[in-house]
């Protein structure tokens, strides 16, 4: 039997087939303008790849801002608590969770039983998600994907506004005082870390800590946020499925 | 004799004569690049306009977030005092000054002298500023000017964003499911008030309330907040110089 985990977040929409013992198969695909398309696409895509009937599918559970529309699923879970059984099922050891996506950030800290004891979530403001980098990445002219690759090496410039609109307009004022792309690209992903260093600051981070979400692909960014948090920052190919896997798991039980 | 307040606001500079009674003359011209050239130009343009002479200007006084870079004035004020002493001079009633720049919101409170005796700012947040307003009416393809106007008899869009960011692309998508521009800059127009409103809230709001700043010249976003505070509120023509009056005022002392 198996169980499917659809975390359908406001950029990207991941989801899984697990076996109760591992995950099987992924798939991701942009969550685009209807949530509900998207997950019936998803679906569909899992069942054919991993060659499952739907009456092998013991349970289905959604996740992620879009799962309220989402109509052929078992029961709806809270990002929160996905995040937290998804990466206790990666890595019993992780403690705190620190997740920045398309458009919130999150940090949760979990017990050894991979419950959550407390986090912290903004989805409020644009600064400190991937939105913020995406709407920089635009100014710079370079693909979001690029920046890691671009800032390395480069010393970052400071950026004084936190504000993802002040930002952006400090950006074009560097850039016209002829500030390097790189060491403004540098600056941005150093912003995003303070950014982060603040929400989980208010939560407390505990070791091992598992940097998760769309924006954790990005390993520069990894790099500046466990200097300034001053301590070692785990991620793996996976990081992005969490929610999904979390889903999964629970699905299975 | 004769003193000069000058308030190099990050959008728009202000400055007037003032003759120890009234204001004299008054000039605003748009901060750009350099508010150093900006504060030389204003200066030049009121002393020519006014046919003053510069030995007859016993002091001119510099406010706003500029002024750190004009280095032809007498003293800095902040832009607290000065909008506090403006308002008391434009009017010795007003107890509240509501103010909404390009890039800033403030609330302050006065006492029967014109004193400040509390205040509350918001310049880290784009929302609820000018700069919201600028970034919306892009969104939909109308001038900042033109928005209250578009908006008139309209039924405010519910826009569930207070972020910039987040409600720019609300904005887009309201406008792919059809709602009209109308409702749509009415609904802003809604959001600034109500985040207005949030900020006044915190400092208390006492009678006679004055609006003052670059947004102050939108009269449905005055008619919301009125409605919204449950209060009168003030304006004049004179309100974007209420900085630099404050600050000829001190000047002339
Ligand atoms: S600070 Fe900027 S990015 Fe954050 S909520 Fe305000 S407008 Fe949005």
Redesign the pocket.
Known sequence: MYSIGIDIGSVASKAVVFNGKKVTAKVILPTGWSPKETGEKILEHLLKEEKVERNQVKAIIGTGYGRVALSFIDKKVTEITCHGVGAHFLDSEVRTVIDIGGQDSKVIKLDDKGNVIDFLMND????GTGR?LQVMAHALEIDISELSEVAQGAIPENINS?????AESEVVSLMAEGASKESIAAGLLQSVANKTYSLASKVGVENKVFFSGGVSKNSLLKEYLGKRLGIEINSSDAAQFIGAIGAAVIGYK
């Not at 409020?124 to 600064?127: E, I, L, S, T, V």
């Open positions: 409020k403001c644009a600064a913020f936190m504000c993802t609109v002040f």
